[in-house]
């Protein structure tokens, strides 16, 4: 593994970890603030240097320690989610189950980010990390420069819905990352979406807040409860509200959300759940926090745990991958996974060049700087050229600067 400072790889490096330092020019003293849950001494030194001559300047307190990220490959995993962050120009991942072979080995805490230009994945490290999840929401606010995550499955993720819960332990957590410094933060809102995880969210920028709908959590006897219910949630002032409407979409989750810029909406697709139709495509609108069906039938097939990534250079929104069942009257059972790349136009969706392999249960996100969208799947990387409509499948660039030496 290599290891770089934070510094270098970032915009700005996280304070050190050590106890907070006061600093105080005119006197000329470093006054150490310890504390250990109660305050057993206080002992204040005051060290004089010299007398500050006409126009001299106070010396500067000492740089802050660079925080290390370490160059590595993410382990195979599913169900991870990831988003783009424009203030540091790199994309950010987290969680997700780890899995080997046909086994399934534990969810994930950990934080990548992925340079596309390298390419290489840097696995950074935090102070406080979030516990382990996977199929949490994420959403990257412009605005405020941080990625939300709200909620996911803190165990094994089964996208069923039976009588008995079956998703994982639902979280009903809200936190931000900030990418430059390396920290996350758990929020506090005094008020919440209930536990889910299969839910999706999206940050519209018109409005300045993440949009979250539907997935799945627990009634009060312990089963499976399908949501429909809608959230806003602003993380400046740390608040969660929920939307009221008279039209909305019937619950489902695992579910597929954008911001589309062209009609300033958020588009939704896809999912799972009692009586859903999965081939609807709705937006919800922000200005008037209301859902429209745009197409109860898109017809490309029930589909669930797609993405859907904006590639802002093109102008293209595009749904891929996933997972289905075989056609109503077909004799074959079991899941279907999908190859099939669909752009959105207007009330439709336009097929155009299919992953190969299928993908599913896998993370997307667009890199407005090298105009491609990035596309995780088990151990694997690969870049999509929304424009031209072409695949290049990156794994292997990304691994080969393994044991390259970078100075801190």
Sequence with gaps: ??????????????????????????????MWMMAGGAVIAVVLVVVVIKALGPGEEPEAPPPPEPVSAVRDNPAPRLLAKMVFDTGVGRAVMFGGEIVSEQSFLGVSNETWQYEATEPAWWLLQSNEVPPGRAGPALAFDEQSGVTVMFGGAGSRYEPCFVARWCGGSPFGDTWKFDAAAGRWTEMHPTESPAPRSGH???????????????????????????????????????????VTQDVAPAGRGNHAMVYDPDSATVLMWGGVGPGVSVTELWSFDGSSSTWTVLNPDAGIGKRLMATAVHASGPGVTV??????????????????????????????????????????????????????????????????????????????????????????
């Design 1 to 30: 593994m290599d290891e770089i400072s934070l510094s270098e790889l970032l915009t700005s490096p996280l304070d050190p970890p050590r106890p907070p330092r006061a600093w105080d020019p005119q006197r000329r003293m470093r």
């Design 200 to 242: 999706a969210a999206a940050y519209d920028p018109a409005h300045d807040v993440v949009v979250v709908f539907g997935g799945v959590g627990l009634n009060d006897a312990d089963r499976t409860l399908v949501l429909s219910d809608t959230w806003l949630y602003d993380v400046d002032s740390d608040t969660w509200t929920e």
């Design 319 to 408: 749904i891929m991958g996933g997972e289905g069942t075989h056609e109503e009257g077909s004799s074959e059972t079991g899941l279907v996974f999908s190859d099939e790349v669909f752009a959105v136009d207007g009330a439709t969706l336009v097929e155009r060049q299919r992953h190969d392999p299928p993908i599913w249960r896998h993370s997307a996100a667009y890199d407005s700087g090298v105009d491609r969208i990035i596309v995780t799947f088990l151990d694997s990387t690969w870049l999509y050229d929304a424009e031209a409509d072409e695949w290049v499948d990156v794994t292997e660039q990304s691994r080969s600067l393994l044991g390259r030496q970078f100075t801190p």
